[in-house]
């Protein structure tokens, strides 16, 4: 009886875990930062599964690994409530609503792409698009980029991607070589 | 035999896709249009507005579009899981020692060290996409323009001045 209760309440946290994040990766438009509030309000104030310190520390991390911020902190909140198992769960709802989302355009827009009114739909759009990196630029720009030397190693980095079309993964390597070379000693 | 690539090639992905979705868009870029021919650039470019559009991080949207092109759900599937895997690994095994991580000198520099890589990469996205055909005429550059100048001044919702600027290409290239 005991056992059975015990594997109930599991399953139960199990669930409630797959059910915040995939609320959480419904509600992730355009970019990760817009939708740490809500995972901070859904976890830490809502559902009291970690601490609000722990939360902070976990963003930290989740910003200097790679991979999207949401995916990230997903895994790192499933993590802290119910380990390995729990980061899958996290991970998995996070993801699905957006990959549901997808799989459906995919499946209805190959089939339309070629309508003039759809292309010309994403030829308005493209010059949208660029903008909206440029604006990126401009403010991840201006928060990463807080001295000379740096803005001289993004230049060049910028002028051997255009021109000498050095594979990207280079020209982070190359960055963060200069990093390590350059950053403090202690 | 595919299934094994989109493996590979997202899991590669996914280990470099640091700062942020558009810093991603030149690595996706190298690798499905130029190396292994998965999507044309034209394609590529309606990826990167369906992204925009749906919800989830852009290096995500793409490989489940990428791998549903190539390999229907159980493609898409595995390329979602691949773009995924470096990063949650890497937390299963920071997660451990989170503060000594975040004070770690190594680490800090190699932070330090990777921002100006993100900035280019992010400039060098955006100059692709003009190069490439995304602004083609004055219209274009109207667009553009005016889009650019929305969001930094109205600071208006991004979806919305992109489905506006789709609505505006609907009406004035008939």
Redesign the interface.
């Known amino acids: 009886m005991n056992v059975k209760e015990d594997t109930k309440s599991k399953l139960d946290l199990l669930l409630s875990i797959f059910i915040v994040f995939f609320k959480i990766?419904?509600?992730?438009?355009?970019?990760?930062y817009c939708m740490l509030p809500l995972i901070k309000n859904e976890v830490v104030e809502k559902k009291k599964w970690i601490g609000s310190e722990d939360f902070i520390?976990?963003i930290?991390?989740?910003q200097?690994?790679?991979?999207?911020?949401?995916?990230?902190t997903a895994?790192?909140v499933g993590?802290?409530i119910y380990g390995?198992l729990g980061?899958?769960v996290a991970?998995t709802g996070a993801?699905l609503?957006?990959?549901a989302?997808?799989?459906l355009?995919?499946?209805f827009?190959?089939g339309f792409?070629e309508l003039t009114?759809v292309q010309?739909?994403?030829?308005?759009?493209?010059?949208?698009?660029?903008?909206?990196?440029?604006?990126?630029?401009?403010d991840?720009?201006r928060d990463?980029?807080k001295k000379y030397r740096?803005?001289i190693?993004?230049?060049i980095?910028?002028f051997l991607?255009?021109y000498f079309k050095i594979?990207?993964?280079l020209?982070?390597v190359?960055?963060?070589?200069?990093?390590?070379f350059?950053?403090?000693?202690? | 035999m595919i299934l094994i690539q989109l493996f590979l090639i997202f899991t590669q992905i996914g280990l470099f896709a640091f700062g942020g979705g558009y810093a991603i868009l030149p690595l996706i870029e190298k690798e499905i249009v130029n190396n292994f021919h998965w999507l044309t650039y034209k394609e590529f470019l309606e990826v990167v507005t369906i992204s925009q559009l749906t919800p989830g991080p852009i290096s995500i949207n793409a490989a489940t579009f990428v791998g549903y092109k190539i390999g229907g759900i159980l493609g898409s599937t595995v390329a979602t899981v691949s773009v995924c895997l470096p990063s949650v690994i890497i937390i299963l095994i920071v997660v451990k020692f989170l503060k000594k991580f975040e004070t770690n000198i190594w680490v800090t520099n190699i932070l330090k060290g990777l921002r100006p890589a993100v900035v280019a990469l992010i400039a060098s996205a955006a100059y692709s996409i003009v190069k490439g055909g995304g602004i083609s005429d004055i219209k274009g550059i109207i667009i553009g323009v005016v889009s650019f100048l929305l969001l930094r001044s109205k600071k208006l919702n991004p979806i919305l001045i992109l489905i506006l600027a789709g609505i505006v290409g609907v009406i004035v290239y008939i």
């Open positions: 990766g419904v509600f992730t438009w355009g970019g990760g520390d976990g930290g991390v989740s200097s690994i790679p991979g999207p911020i949401a995916i990230n895994t790192f993590y802290r390995t980061s899958i991970v993801i609503p957006s990959f989302a997808i799989i355009v995919a499946m827009f190959l792409r009114v010309n739909f994403f030829k308005g759009a493209n010059p949208a698009i660029v903008a909206l990196i440029v604006s990126a630029v401009i991840i720009g990463a980029l740096e803005v190693i993004a230049s980095l910028l991607l255009l594979h990207p993964i020209a982070i190359i960055s963060v070589i200069l990093g390590l350059l950053g403090e000693k202690k």
